[in-house]
């Protein structure tokens, strides 16, 4: 091979590389977001149902967890971010586009999945789920786990906990609601990654947890109901603040959605809701976007996708495990979107 | 002999030429200096909230902004030593195999039988160890099942800078134990081992490089467990490089700096397990070579 | 006495073929460890790459070309879909690496061999390369999004810096061993014709070598094309096409592969293996290429 042609082959690569038109479509408008992986899936199907009707823009959902998308926004490195908790009071002087609008898009349970052969429907109470995540409780039979099951055949068996080894919202939410639920119970605090004890198994991702309990037996751990319902896994049914056992599911979801409390600045906290129906441990996410935007173009399509988020893509959210939301937190946010101007 | 001396443009070009030459391989000094001075620099705030501590705190609850690296730092030397315990005598079976065992027409397939290892990216060894080999043998995720995978990994390097010490022998000190009548393992302890231990410490040492710095794989299959400061191989743990891979996306600017710390760490243990290492070897070859 | 004695010796002469046997046995048993090694080698190799070809050819050849070409599904749970923005992102990464470590390497390694020598500062070089090739991947990974990252976002390009970087110092290692194997007489040959330093270099030697610095380029390639944990830092994640070097995210093999190993979706754990499958085939390529080039400068010999 002679020095000439090796030239010529790395021009290629390089050239090529500069100069191939693009693929995707043709000169539109690119949107950027990143952040909260528990809404990843819904980013999935709406990105693909919206550019049905918009071929000429290209969306890109990254995930990589809400604290990235938070960071990203904050430096504007994308258009959107994912979060499933809001900006930290500290983290509020490090954003340099100025205000930011919160915008619900979807509630998600995270259901308690277990491993446990013969038994088929478990009811857990919030002070007994601290207990077992915690390591206070250390086998199935245990005599509290037994009062809230009468009749079911817990077997003599170790107790396995999994649960997230990557920094994570899904966390963060289960833990807040352990802190609120299971108050002087729960000892771990609240957080993305929390210091959990030595004996217990982690894993990537939801999926990651998911395999875990999957292939463990006697294992228990918290999952996304998407990724719960995908690996098959048993889930157990919650005590809720009305005393009830509700099992996780997307109507249970938006009942949880009915019993909120909505700041103006539309935020929230679905978890441990009122409500006879409602499951308690559902969580919540938004989607994060500056007020005042600089290019046209991006805004134009920065408000119709999040138009399409908050309205009209809510009817693909079941099909996926998500609860859509209430229709009055879809009337404040389709008004919200108004802020949205380009100065 | 020298080029003649230039004048005038042929002088200027060819020095030019002379000091890009020197510029590009200054760039490695320099690169290497950016690393440390960038992370270190970026680390500082976790050390201004818990100083040396950082070192000998055994918890890490980033909600308590409290980050201890014992458990990361012991749990990357127990599967670096695991995976050692299992390369070493392989690798150096393997070396000790092509060198004095096989006859010359096997020697190239068993060198193929090592590039096609050094060839499989270390993530598809992750890829094949949590999908895979997690599930059988009951290993599930664990210190040992990660120093599996590295075993698997190092032993291409081991091998190769083995078989090149190993090499180096002088014939005439194996014909001469031959000669005396010594068994083919005897000629080997008695010529070849004597000869080479010092390069064989050296590559072994690299491979122990190495396999500490490796992230994805170990990540991947080691379990993620907190607070692990234990000898009990088939328990979870977890590593200096897993955690940072692990916890980067969701972390807060202090945990960020904790996770840096952490780098940082890995790269001063690295960086003086390869000098020494380098050193080892290098000596040994120059001292084979007759120098 | 003494007599008696050597008499009563060479009444039984001893029987010198016969070797004391538990030293036989000893050294059998250890020989048939060593081969035993060679197992314990091939065992994992033929599994992992028997589990890579069973799990990620019916993926990846299904209806070929799909696989190679197909954008990367948006909707993780769907089957189908291909790899090829991954595919592109990893030819592209390493492509812009090796433009950027091959000739820096080489430029290196022509200072440390034609020009430095044995002065300190080649031999401070020459030992700071070895130890920068054992940089954890990862850490070379954070200082990329220090330095690059935060500064100008994610893109193939900060992927490309941080492979360079690893390549860097293998690259001078190949080429410094190839220019040392490059007889002086041709060297002389040049300066006797009048012929500049820079321009011997250039014209006769570098080309000498040529196959040399090709086969270890193509080794440093290999081991970039499979790396992971740099790229997280720098690339990003996107699930299109991107040609563009310069701007955006952009996805490669490994990192898909990364993502997908933990999904609980099958089809994704499935487009995992078909990934691997690839990545396994292009660094395989490489290397047998860098093989075929070494084997080339053995015949010259």
Redesign the interface.
Known sequence: ?S?SS?LTW?LA??G???T?????SAAGT?L?G?GSTLS??YQ??A??EFKKAHKEL?I?Y???????GRQDLA?M?VDFAGSDSPY?EA?MAKIKGGEVLYFPILLGPITVSYNVSGVDKLNLSPETIAKIFQRDIKKWNDKAIAAENAGAKLPDEDIVVAHR?????TTQNFTEYLNGAAKGVWKL????????????????????V???VK??KGAIGYVDLS?AK??GLKFASVKNQAGKFVEPTTAAASAAGDGIEVKPNLLFSALNAKGDRSYPITCQTWVIAYAKQTDKAKADALKAYLKFLVKDGQKLLSE?DYAPLPKSLEDKAMKQLEKIQVK | MQALDLRGNKAYLDRAFRWSAAGAAALVLLILGLIAVTITGRSLPVFHEMGLKFFTTT??????A?FGALPFIWGTAFTALIALLIAVPISLGMALFMTQVAPPPIRRPMVYLIDLLAGVPSVVFGLWGVLVLS?HFGL??SFLTAGIILAIMIIPIITSLSREVIETTPPGDKEGALALGCTRWEMIGAAVIPHSAGGLVGAVMLGLGRAMGETIAA??VI??????LTLHAL??GNSMP?VIA????????L?KSALIALAVTLFVITIVVNLIATAIVQRSMRRAQGL | MELAQETEAAAAPPDLTAKQSWRSVKSAVMTSLMIGSVVAIAAPLIAVLWAVLTRGASVAFHQFPDFFVKDIP????RAGGGMGPAILGT??VT??A??IAVPLGVMGAVYLHEYGGKNHFSRLVRFMSTVMSGVPSIVMGLFIYIVWT?HF??S?FGGALALACLMLPVVIGATEQMLRLVPNHLREASYALGTSKSRTISTVVL?AA?PGI?SGSLLAVARAAGETAPLLFAV??????????FE??NTALSIQIFGNA????AA?QDRAWGAALTLVLVTFLATLAARVFTARIARKR
């Open positions: 091979m020095k090796i790395a690569v390089v090529l590389s500069l191939a038109p693009r693929l995707a690119t950027n990143s990843k899936p999935e199907v990105i693909e290209t890109n990254g995930g990589g967890g809400s604290g990235k430096d490195v930290k983290d080894a990557d920094g994570s919202g605090k609240s957080g993305s990654t929390v210091e959990w004890p030595s004996d217990t198994q982690a894993g990537q991702g939801n999926g990651g998911a395999q875990i292939s463990t990724d995908a690996s996926i | 918890r890490w609850s980033p909600p308590d409290l599930q599930g995720r990540a991947l379990g993620s467990a907190l607070g692990q328990s979870p897993a692990n916890e980067w996306g969701e972390a807060d600017t945990h | 948006n909707i993780a749970r030819l592209m492509g812009a090796t433009c935060l976002g994610y193939a080309p040529l090709v990003g994640a996107a699930n299109e096409y991107n040609p563009h070097l955006e995210a933990t999904s609980s979706f994704a």
